[in-house]
């Protein structure tokens, strides 16, 4: 049973680059998460969708940042103009059941680095 | 708001001795709390969840935790530690309807022989 799968692993870009993060999530599962982590601000909640509508972007900076599920076997985060503060790993999440009894599975993540 | 706050950044414990890692809890309304771990160059991984009923609830590798809605509290515990506990663990919250699961800012436990 595969997990949920984030590409790339990692991701290098020049400042005033556009960079686009890619999620797979479990199969069967609606609810999809995608949080940034750095060392200064821990994990921070970006945007999560349900069943592939927009649910809560509250977390999203909002100007550059853009996410998107069109189909239930994936989402993509996208950030135009990067910055170097930009500079974190991405991590997504699914769940089957989230609000009731689900808990939420994490990928890998996407570090990205922006020079 | 909602939020977590886990006061302790760092924890040194030695091996085969009693783990405690507190974390406090702001929500309005009936909370879902999490306990998540972080191995290094790993993703996160759940360690046990909160739903509201019995007070104790028991996780993967031996931990456990204890909800506590007179302290917002959601403590982790294990009775003897292994050193393959070193880590980093947060404590998270959310609620039924399923709002955003909310993170602490972590606490990185190292294991001394």
């Known amino acids: 049973n595969a997990g949920v799968i984030q590409t790339p692993r990692h991701k290098v870009t020049g400042k005033g680059q556009e960079a686009t993060l890619w999620c797979e999530p479990i199969s069967g599962h609606s609810a999809v998460f995608w949080y940034r982590q750095t060392i200064v601000q821990g994990l921070e909640f970006l945007t999560y969708?349900?069943?592939?509508?927009?649910?809560?972007d509250s977390g999203m900076p909002k100007e550059r940042f853009s996410a998107q599920m069109p189909n239930q076997s994936h989402s993509t985060l996208k950030i135009q103009s990067t910055q170097p503060q930009d500079s974190a790993v991405y991590l997504c999440?699914?769940?089957?059941?989230?609000?009731?009894?689900?808990?939420?599975?994490f990928g890998e993540g996407s570090k990205l680095t922006v020079l | 708001a909602q939020s977590v706050t886990q006061p302790d950044a760092r924890v040194t414990v030695s091996e085969g001795a009693s783990l405690q890692l507190r974390c406090k809890y702001s929500?309005?309304?009936?909370?879902?709390l999490f306990w998540y771990v972080q191995y290094p160059r790993q993703g996160l991984q759940l360690l046990l969840k909160?739903?509201?009923?019995?007070?104790v609830v028991q996780g993967v590798n031996g931990f456990e935790a204890e909800f506590s809605k007179s302290n917002s509290s959601f403590h982790l515990r294990k009775a003897s530690v292994h050193w393959s506990d070193w880590a980093v663990y947060f404590c998270a919250v959310s609620s039924q309807g399923g709002r955003a699961l909310i993170f602490g800012t972590g606490t990185t436990v190292s294991v001394s022989p």
């Open positions: 929500y309005f309304g009936t909370p879902y």
């Open positions: 999440a699914s769940s089957r059941d989230w609000g009731n009894t689900g808990q939420l599975y």
């Open positions: 909160y739903y509201p009923g019995d007070p």
């Open positions: 969708f349900r069943n592939q509508a927009p649910i809560d």
